[in-house]
């Protein structure tokens, strides 16, 4: 989640702390990537994250100004191998979908306004 400044694009700190809780949630043996970021979002991300490359206990991490659908077919992901986090699902995530039916869990829009987080999963 980036400020609406189209000129700097930079990550507020708050926002930093929930990518590095994401990145601990996730675990070394896994990867997290952020996708779609302004250059100077991405460089900023992977200023810190390289140099605190040290900890193990965080995933991996990417960060990138591709957008997910193109990271997606970079890596050769199908749709129906991506678990779509949608704050309206019907069902909510289990410990069971890690059963390895997904090759990928997309977190889209989590941190934005609920409106957006809405308008972007529809999308």
């Known amino acids: 989640m980036e400020q609406d400044d189209y000129v700097t694009k930079t ?4 926002v930093l702390l929930e990518y590095q809780h994401m990145r601990t949630l996730a675990g070394p043996d896994n990867i997290v990537r952020f996708t779609h970021l302004s250059s100077t979002s991405r ?33 050769q992901i199908p749709l129906d191998k991506v678990c ?22 997309l ?9 957006e987080i809405a308008i972007r999963t529809l999308n």
């Open 11 to 14: 990550v507020p700190p708050w």
């Open 43 to 75: 460089d900023a991300l992977q200023a810190l994250w390289t140099a605190g490359q040290n900890d193990r206990s965080l995933s991996g991490v990417q960060v990138t100004n591709v957008p997910v659908l193109d990271l997606m077919k970079a890596h």
């Open 84 to 105: 779509l986090l949608d704050p309206k699902a019907p069902e909510a995530l289990k410990p069971e979908d890690g059963d390895g039916r997904f090759e990928w869990f």
């Open 107 to 115: 977190f889209g829009g989590i941190l934005g306004e609920a409106l």
